[in-house]
């Protein structure tokens, strides 16, 4: 178990490492649906999650892998179990960080073409991001429904990047 002291020194690889191995302890467990979220709680792997989550919020306006991460795990909460992910409730202030930095990016057209794109695919799952529409562009971005074309996506660019990496390289498959 990570403590948020151990975490607060963790650099953006480290913290991919941490997610890889908690991810593999969720794909390791054993049993039913609700008997996997019950040990994905006992074992700490939501909270530590939420750690992370937390760290990647922190560093989100100086890193742009940071935001994306952190948006993907905002996204990813939502659109799968936590049972597959380990990830359950997040930090709403870490969250809320994070869609004001992106909100704060559009506005100053500086979204990189990866976020841009990733933003685009989130998009079909608009209402997981309704509580933030009090953000002007991030709403506007997120409600644009015209008609986006994922791009081929390297898998060796996706690799030491947390689910997040693991996720977009298995859409390629």
Request: include cysteine; charged fraction near 30%.
């Amino acid at each position: 178990m990570v403590s948020k002291k151990l975490l607060k020194n963790m650099n953006i690889e480290e913290l991919a490492n941490k997610e890889i191995q908690l991810y593999d302890k969720v794909c390791s467990l054993n049993g039913t649906i609700e008997e996997k979220q019950n040990q994905i709680i006992a074992l700490g792997i939501s909270n530590e999650y939420n750690l992370i989550f937390q760290k990647y919020a922190e560093l989100c306006v100086e890193n742009i892998e940071a935001l994306k991460r952190g948006l993907f795990i905002s996204w990813f909460s939502f659109s799968e179990p936590t049972f597959l992910t380990g990830i359950n409730e997040l930090d709403k202030n870490a969250e809320e960080n994070i869609v004001k930095e992106i909100n704060v990016r559009i506005k100053n057209n500086s979204l990189d073409s990866e976020l841009n794109w990733m933003i685009d695919y989130y998009k079909d799952w608009d209402y997981i991001f309704k509580e933030y529409y009090n953000y002007e562009h991030f709403k506007t971005k997120i409600m644009n429904k015209e008609e986006t074309k994922l791009p081929k996506i390297e898998k060796q660019k996706m690799e030491n990047r947390g689910q997040m990496g693991i996720y977009w390289s298995s859409l390629n498959q």
